[in-house]
Structures are given as structure tokens and as C-alpha cells.
């Protein structure tokens, strides 16, 4: 599900949102956040369901932290930063396991074919994939290897070679 469908903004927000305040207005508060926390674990779930339980070990971990640091002496500063960025790191490096680890796979994989400035090609348009995104596509062609393109699709019209 996506935040742009039908069936998001027609059926699953206005849900969430009306039992939400339903359940605040009969003065239920801890009952109203739990439904918020459920609804937004079915929301996250009908993204990639492989996904799902990383998602809920990373929510667990968080959820630790957390208490670990309201529990800790306010007093121990060093060990409050030192769990406070242990729990950040943990999170950005599972972001940048799961969003990048293709990207430098396939990066490591195609720079160690043969490349000159003779025989690399550059396309104008950039890719609307994922990662790919933020980098020009490129396209590499030598004469006794096939074409390779880092996107699925190949995105240029007119190519010059660069001599």
C-alpha cells in the first residue's frame, strides 16, 4: 500500500483516523496510541512483507534504547551518548545495508570490466530507479564485450563516444 492510492487515502487513513479520535474522544488515550502503533505496523507490513520482520526487530531495538536511556542516571552523560549513538548508528547502517548494499554489489561487479576513456559512452537523462536516482546513467561498450547499463532500462537516445 502507498501513501498515493485508492486504497490508502479512501479506505486506510480515514479509518485510522476516525477510530482514533473515537477512542480519544471516550477518553481511551492508551487504547488510541496502541491503535495508531497497530495500524501503522499493518501499513508498514503491505509494504514488503520480507522486509517485515527486520522492520519489527529494528522497532524493538529502538523501543530498548529508549527505555534503557529514561531508566539510565541522568548523571552518567558519557554512557547516555555513548547507547544514544550506538541506537543511531544501528539504524543507519541497517538503512544503508538495505538501500545500498546493491548498489556497491553491482558498482564493485561492473567496475571491473575493462574501462577507458575511449570506449565509455554517457547517457543525458538520469535513471528514476531507487538509488540510481541521484547518478547518470552509464554505459560501457567495448568491442568483444555486450552493452552493460547500470539501470534496468536504458534511458539514452543518442550516444557519442567520448575520443
Not at 27 to 41: N, V
Not at 70 to 88: E, F, N, W, Y
Not at 134 to 150: F, K, V
Request: net charge positive; aromatic share 16%; charged share 10%.
Amino acid at each position: 500500500m502507498i501513501f498515493t492510492t485508492y486504497k490508502f487515502v479512501l479506505l486506510f487513513l480515514p479509518t485510522v483516523v476516525v477510530v482514533y479520535y473515537v477512542l480519544n474522544h471516550f477518553k481511551w488515550f492508551s487504547l488510541s496510541k496502541f491503535w495508531l502503533i497497530i495500524a501503522s505496523f499493518f501499513f508498514y507490513s503491505q509494504g514488503t512483507p520480507d522486509f517485515f520482520p527486520f522492520f519489527m526487530g529494528s522497532v524493538f531495538a529502538n523501543y530498548m534504547v529508549g527505555i534503557t536511556l529514561s531508566r539510565m542516571d541522568p548523571t552518567h552523560k558519557v554512557q547516555r551518548k555513548i547507547l544514544c549513538a550506538l541506537g543511531i548508528l544501528g539504524n543507519v547502517a541497517l538503512l544503508g545495508y538495505y538501500k545500498y548494499t546493491d548498489f556497491f554489489i553491482e558498482t564493485l561487479t561492473r567496475s571491473s570490466a575493462p574501462i577507458s576513456r575511449s570506449n565509455t559512452l554517457s547517457c543525458r537523462s538520469v535513471s528514476r530507479s531507487s538509488h540510481s536516482s541521484l547518478l547518470p546513467t552509464l554505459s560501457i561498450r567495448t568491442s568483444s564485450s555486450p552493452r552493460i547499463t547500470t539501470s534496468s532500462t536504458t534511458c539514452c537516445s543518442s550516444r557519442s563516444s567520448l575520443s
